[in-house]
């Protein structure tokens, strides 16, 4: 492919994701295929000569799109939202065409220096403490992640690195090993398993504090377990606290949280991975109270902010390096801020600062006698569930998601077995929340009339 070609098949490409996105609603928003669909449609090596461009692109609607879950359909209320823009896109095509491998500032100075001042936009967006700024007086910084999986490890093992430090400084005699086999990490029971997994891959304990009946984690919880911790020899060392939980986005209290970190010299990450986005929003921003506590934060522009996956939006109260690499685990990193850079400039803040359907939908659960809201709904989603048994929602959601119309999963709050219902797509309207309302109460009636009387 030349460039003359490559002009028109980039042409033939927009018109074909265009097309896709505005068409998106009319696709089936879940796959219909079964595991291993894929092999059978492909040859089993790569081909010898090469094939046409036509070939290929015959290959999207016959290959792929048959087993693509439409995330961006406003009929998919699955997970957490995961964002695109077209600006965004157009970004990305710009950062594959420089292609550069931003390990250091040499490496490519604009690569470095647009993602530490796109970090700091974002930073005085949430109005986070100058401490997290790089272009301030601040001892800290922000980097790009793919993912909070990705944050959560890096703040933990940053933790580590700090605290054997410490410890070595006033007892040169005590050897890493021995250090790291007392240590300890915490964070709440609803955080996300990347929390615990980031624990396995540092080689480090990790305890889950018990949350109260918001599924919060609150001061005295973790006061009590570090007491009972410390009596036994142990060293906490980490603490992750988490503001929008995966299953119900419930906020650990991060002001009694804090002061507790900071008087026992415990590094408070805060995880804010879904939440984070909304605290651009004035109303929403008290949700972030206490940060000023934090020695580090994390949230994904890509859920919310229009920018497409990977950008995952870390800061550090550390002294600031000008090397992205050594805040990472790749070495190498790809030109993301462009995305930032295009869909800001592109949107301004008044264009991101936008929530509010999911309250729509959770007046509808409240209106049906038959349905029970089961977390508070703060942003984005709604924990819902029928009166009834844990086996009555599970048949229920089966048969939503094997209906194909909408797209739902679970989650388990005290015991209890709940569906989530969380607006994803930025083409979602108060019309698509009501037909999905409609869809799940007549399938809710058509299950309790099978009922026995």
Not at 16 to 44: C, H, M, T
Not at 48 to 53: G, R, V
Request: proline share 5%.
């Amino acid at each position: 492919m030349d460039a003359a070609e490559f002009r028109r098949r980039g042409k033939e490409m927009v018109d074909y994701v265009a097309d896709y996105l505005e068409n998106i609603e009319k696709r089936q928003v879940y796959p219909d295929v079964e595991p291993g669909y894929l092999r059978s449609l492909i040859p089993e090596e790569a081909p010898e000569e090469a094939e046409s461009y036509e070939d290929v692109f015959k290959d999207i609607e016959r290959v792929i799109m048959p087993g693509v879950t439409h995330w961006h359909s406003p009929y998919f209320y699955a997970y957490f939202p995961t964002a695109n823009s077209f600006p965004a896109m157009l970004a990305d095509m710009l950062c594959g065409a420089i292609g550069c491998i931003g390990f250091s500032w040499a490496a490519s100075p604009a690569c470095t220096e647009l993602e530490t001042v796109m970090l700091d936009w974002l930073g005085k967006m949430l109005k986070l403490p100058e401490d997290f700024l790089a272009g301030t007086e601040g001892r800290g910084g922000g980097v790009i992640q793919g993912t909070a999986s990705e944050a959560t490890l890096i703040a933990l093992l940053a933790a580590r690195s700090k605290i054997v430090k410490l410890i070595q400084a006033d007892h040169p005699d005590r050897s890493e090993t021995h250090i790291i086999s007392k240590l300890v990490a915490y964070s709440s029971d609803q955080a996300h398993s990347s929390v615990e997994r980031a624990g396995l891959i540092g080689g480090l304990r990790m305890k889950k504090i018990p949350t109260d009946n918001k599924f919060s984690v609150r001061g005295d919880a973790l006061q009590k377990v570090l007491e009972e911790d410390r009596a036994t020899g142990l060293i906490p060392f980490f603490f992750c606290a988490t503001l929008g939980t995966t299953p119900s986005c419930a906020f650990d209290c991060v002001t009694e949280l804090g002061p507790i970190c900071n008087a026992e010299k415990i590094w408070m990450h805060i995880d804010a991975a879904y939440a984070g986005s909304a605290f651009i929003c004035p109303e929403f921003r008290p949700l972030l109270n206490g940060i000023e506590f934090a020695d580090s934060f994390n949230f994904n522009p890509h859920k919310w902010l229009l920018v497409n996956f990977d950008c995952s939006h870390s800061s550090y109260v550390i002294s600031h390096l000008i090397s992205l690499q050594h805040w990472q685990i790749p070495l190498g990193r790809r030109f993301r801020s462009l995305k930032i850079w295009f869909v800001f400039r592109m949107y301004g803040l008044k264009g991101l600062q936008h929530v509010g359907l999911a309250k729509e939908f959770e007046s509808l659960v409240r209106a049906d006698q038959r349905f029970e809201i089961s977390a508070d709904v703060v942003l984005g989603l709604v924990c819902f569930r029928l009166k009834g048994s844990n086996e009555l929602n599970e048949t229920l959601l089966k048969r939503i998601n094997n209906a194909r119309k909408i797209h739902l999963v679970p989650c388990q709050l005290a015991g209890k077995f709940v569906l989530r219902f969380a607006v994803c797509a930025r083409t979602t309207e108060s019309r698509h929340v009501q037909e999905a309302w409609c869809h799940i109460s007549h399938l809710a009636s058509e299950l309790l009339q099978e009922l026995p009387h």
